[in-house]
Nanobody, 117 residues
């Protein structure tokens, strides 16, 4: 049974930084493409950043240059380093792991990020 557990959320002032972590267990992490999504109040869930099993990264246009996704296959963990946070980044951030063209598609429970002074 695959489990994804996010951590690292919290309250931060505008311009501050947070590092989210997502611990993956239950299957071989190396074969999963990983991604971060977020859901802001009143909005649908949206993609933030992704990293393939081969290490290819992609970002939503609105966060480029501020956020960095990375993965540590030895630790079965994916990270999201978030810098220069803005109030509009306030959201629940979710971790996703999937294998393309299969039913293997798993979500974490989410971690709250609040950017406010």
């Amino acid at each position: 049974q695959v489990q994804l557990v996010e951590s690292g959320g919290g309250l931060v002032q505008p311009g501050g930084s947070l590092r989210l972590s997502c611990a993956f267990s239950g299957r071989s992490f190396n074969i999963y493409d990983m991604a971060w999504y977020r859901q802001r109040p009143g909005f649908a869930r949206e993609s933030v950043a992704s990293i393939t099993r081969g290490g290819v990264m992609d970002y939503a246009e609105y966060i480029k240059g501020r956020f960095t996704i990375s993965r540590d296959n030895a630790m079965s963990t994916v990270y999201l380093q978030m810098n220069n946070l803005k109030p509009e980044d306030t959201a629940v951030y979710y971790c996703n792991g999937k294998i393309r063209d299969t039913s293997h598609d798993y979500w974490g429970q989410g971690t709250q990020v609040t950017v406010s002074s």
